[in-house]
Antibody, heavy 130, light 110 residues
Framework: QITLKESGPTLVKPTQTLMLTCTFSGFSLSTPGVGVGWIRQPPGKALEWLALIYWDDVRRYRQSLKSRLTITKDTSRNQVVLTLTNMDPVDTATYSC??????????????????????WGQGTLVTVSS | QSVLTQSPSASGTPGQRVTISCSGSSSNIGDNFIYWYQQVPGMAPKLLIYRDNQRPSGVPDRFSGSKSGTSASLAIGGLRSEDEADYYCAAWDNSLSGWLFGGGTKLTVL
């Protein structure tokens, strides 16, 4: 059974750096074909993908936030850490981590591994206010 | 343009069939799989459909997904009160090299 849990501060001041930890169980980030991503949801608004890291340490970031985001993994501790610098009140949101599963398919190019979010943590509300 | 567009709301009565649509472009839905999530307020999103039309184990067959070109749909048959939730489509976007989520559709069961 896969579980994920987010932890970190619930309140940060503008310009501060947010560091969130996703602690998971039921899978290993050293196993090919898995990954972990971060998604946030401002109150009353839609889901917004932020970043992801695959088992092979490949990372992807939301383009509009790329300069402010960093994602890292600690395979031995089953944790993924997200940092978001220069926090602003518009960054107030519930931040969630999610497990990335994958499947293999083939097209004209050849073999493709497609990933998707299949299990989510409960999320943690982060408020940015002075 | 790399966005996924959903109607903000949908509604139906118990037992009815409703369809929720998601419109994208050639860089996302047109070239990648679509995924659907259900989010009950205050809860984590739950995967309903993956790989355009596949249901994870435990998801009732009342839920079905389809895709044509750069648009996709989620159909819910035999509507139940517990289906009242927000529904999000998601797809990888090749231009952005990142995930896109739709704006969400709030389903009300009348």
């Amino acid at each position: 059974q896969i579980t994920l849990k987010e932890s970190g501060p619930t309140l940060v001041k503008p310009t501060q750096t947010l560091m969130l930890t996703c602690t998971f169980s039921g899978f290993s980030l050293s196993t090919p074909g898995v990954g972990v991503g971060w998604i946030r949801q401002p109150p009353g608004k839609a889901l917004e993908w932020l970043a992801l890291i695959y088992w092979d340490d490949v990372r992807r970031y939301r383009q509009s936030l790329k300069s402010r985001l960093t994602i890292t993994k600690d395979t031995s501790r089953n944790q993924v850490v997200l940092t978001l610098t220069n926090m602003d009140p518009v960054d107030t949101a519930t931040y969630s981590c999610a497990h990335l599963n994958s499947f293999t398919h083939y097209d004209a190019i050849g073999r493709i591994d497609s990933y998707y979010f299949d299990q989510w943590g409960q999320g943690t509300l982060v408020t940015v206010s002075s | 343009q790399s966005v996924l567009t959903q109607s903000p709301s949908a509604s139906g009565t118990p037992g009815q069939r409703v369809t929720i649509s998601c419109s994208g472009s050639s860089s996302n839905i047109g070239d990648n799989f679509i995924y659907w999530y259900q989010q009950v307020p205050g809860m984590a999103p739950k995967l309903l459909i993956y790989r355009d039309n596949q249901r994870p184990s435990g998801v009732p067959d009342r839920f079905s997904g389809s895709k044509s070109g750069t648009s996709a749909s989620l159909a819910i048959g035999g509507l139940r009160s517990e289906d009242e939730a927000d529904y999000y489509c998601a797809a990888w976007d090749n231009s952005l090299s990142g995930w896109l989520f739709g704006g969400g559709t709030k389903l009300t069961v009348l």
